[in-house]
């Protein structure tokens, strides 16, 4: 079968196109990019017309690049970045610009609401959290949480609030565009914290969309990530050059599909992932929640299990920064993919900037020479909440090279990932093995190096890059032909690559590591002051 996903990350699109029978084999991609507008109220939101404009051109182009016709497609989804905020009418029009899961302009309604109260725990009203905790395993103990950009609308912009039929999340509202059915996956309601995950009881909680003041006639219904939302309009399949009244799959966000992607969908598998963002996962059969690191289990696309899940909001993001500043020396690179035979496209985002990275940072020893950089370009949540904390490039001396301070970028996404792995094993048990997965798992000096750091063996597996869409396409392929996902994900997706953990170079990531945490505790009353 023929399955078309579409992966929204932070700032592109990938579409594509997969073939499932015995295995899964990526026919065909195509990429498009679209703007991430961010403004210094702490917004951070993207445009609907572009995201439009980015699928109606991809799926095309999917075509010119395989002998796969669009009447041969038997379904699609979307798999999307999770906790943004859609707020349509009753033509699922979006009445402004969706933001965008970084986004943190209600931080002032976050304080109002969370901060009151006489006893708090870590600066949240006590009684609000165990009324959540009772509820969903979680709360909404984050600015960047998608209440607060509901409540931010409402109390700034009340002629868009006033008119909104619905709330959604990014994937609920392609969907509906695909569909003209407007309703949200289980996965995207949870993520609001404002859903309830007691068996029996699943589903909008009412108690809490009361203690939020959330109006329950915008809460839309809910269907499992599993389900057939609906089947591609006329309208839909025009713009998109596809078949009318093909399969559209409810679909659902990245985080919910990565660990079918990876592999890792039994339970007890950990995974993690790098791309724009970051993060440590457990598949469970059971919720977990530790307020004290902001870890919970979230949904998965598997009725009744969950995904233990612990976030760095930018860890590919980081590497894009190195990009962008540390590597601007275009006639190094263009000369390194021209003796190599590597496209010499060097904006595009593919394998020879790992290539590139990697042959430098080889020149530099673990450890860096003692530099340590911290990855919070856009503050943090994991195991600390704090839109305050920012990057740090600690202990720079005089003959330290960019060489250095490149590999002190690698090293320290994977202290940080070490430190949420350690955070997860404080409740639950994590797998011996990690499966790596995301863009960033193509440079292998960066696998070896997540290896050594974190002390367990580390697999990767083909395409990675695209973990999260191949996730959605078994999911997908189960809905189309029944079967467990689960079984599915275990069958079809197979490790390529083993790297076990260098014990010579311990020591010294050992006190790196040791340092790389210290470093928030002691900057934290620096990043308020500066960052106000």
Request: aromatic residues 10%.
């Amino acid at each position: 079968m023929n399955i078309i996903i579409y992966d929204f990350g932070t700032s592109s699109v990938k579409t594509c196109l997969f073939r499932i029978d015995s295995e899964i084999c990526l026919t065909a991609s195509a990429s498009a990019g679209y703007t991430l507008y961010v403004s210094d109220d702490g917004g951070a939101e993207q445009d609907t017309e572009e995201w439009w404009n980015a699928i109606c051109s991809t799926t095309r182009n999917l075509f010119q690049a395989c002998d796969v016709n669009p009447e041969e497609i038997n379904g699609l989804a979307f798999c999307t970045q999770i906790q943004g905020s859609v707020l349509v009418d009753e033509n699922g029009e979006a009445l402004r610009r969706p933001m965008n899961y970084l986004d943190q302009k209600g931080i002032k309604e976050y304080k109002e609401c969370m901060g009151s109260g006489l006893i708090k725990v870590s600066g949240c009203n006590l009684f609000k959290i165990l009324r959540n905790l009772a509820v969903n395993y979680a709360a909404s103990v984050s600015a960047k949480d998608p209440v607060w950009k509901y409540k931010w609308v409402e109390k700034n912009e009340p002629a868009i609030y006033n008119k909104a039929y619905k709330w959604l999340d990014i994937n609920d509202y392609l969907t509906a565009r695909c569909t003209g059915r407007i309703v949200r996956t289980a996965d995207s309601a949870f993520a609001t914290f404002l859903y309830d995950t007691r068996k029996g009881h699943e589903g909008w909680n009412k108690g809490l969309l009361k203690m939020y003041g959330i109006n329950p006639k915008h809460m839309a219904d809910i269907i499992d990530c599993t389900e057939k939302a609906g089947e591609l309009t006329g309208k839909a399949a025009a713009d998109l050059g596809l078949k009318e009244g093909i399969p559209v799959f409810a679909g659902g966000g990245d985080t919910t599909f990565v660990s079918i992607g990876a592999g890792s969908a039994n339970v007890g598998d950990t995974h993690i992932y790098v791309g724009t963002s970051g993060w440590v996962s457990t598949f469970l059969d059971h919720q977990v929640v530790d307020l004290s690191a902001m870890i919970t289990g979230v949904l998965s696309a598997c009725r009744g299990y969950y995904n233990y899940y612990a976030e760095l909001e930018t860890a590919g993001k980081c590497i894009d920064w190195l990009k962008n500043n540390l590597l601007q020396d275009r006639i190094s690179l263009m000369k390194y993919s021209k003796e190599n035979g590597i496209t010499p496209e060097f904006e595009d985002y593919i394998t020879d900037i790992f290539e590139y990275l990697s042959d430098e940072i080889r020149k530099v020893p673990p450890g860096a020479n003692g530099v340590i950089f911290t990855p919070w370009l856009h503050g943090n949540r994991c195991p600390f909440e704090d839109n305050k904390a920012a990057g740090i490039f600690f202990n720079i001396r005089i003959d330290t090279g960019k060489r250095e301070m490149l590999r002190a970028v690698f090293e320290g996404i994977c202290y940080h990932l070490r430190w949420l792995l350690e955070c997860e094993d404080r409740k639950v048990k994590t797998s011996d093995t990690i499966r790596f997965v995301g863009g960033a798992s193509l440079s292998t000096v960066l696998c070896q190096m997540l290896a050594d750091i974190i002390g367990r063996k580390t697999e990767t597996i083909s395409n990675a890059q695209e973990v999260g869409a191949m996730g959605a396409a078994i999911v997908v392929a189960c809905g189309i032909q029944g079967g467990n996902v689960s079984e599915l994900s275990k069958k079809l997706v197979k490790p390529t690559h083993t790297y076990v953990p260098d014990l010579s170079n311990r020591e010294v990531y050992d006190r790196n590591y040791r340092i790389f945490k210290r470093l928030y505790k002691s900057n934290a009353s620096n990043f308020r002051e500066i960052n106000s």
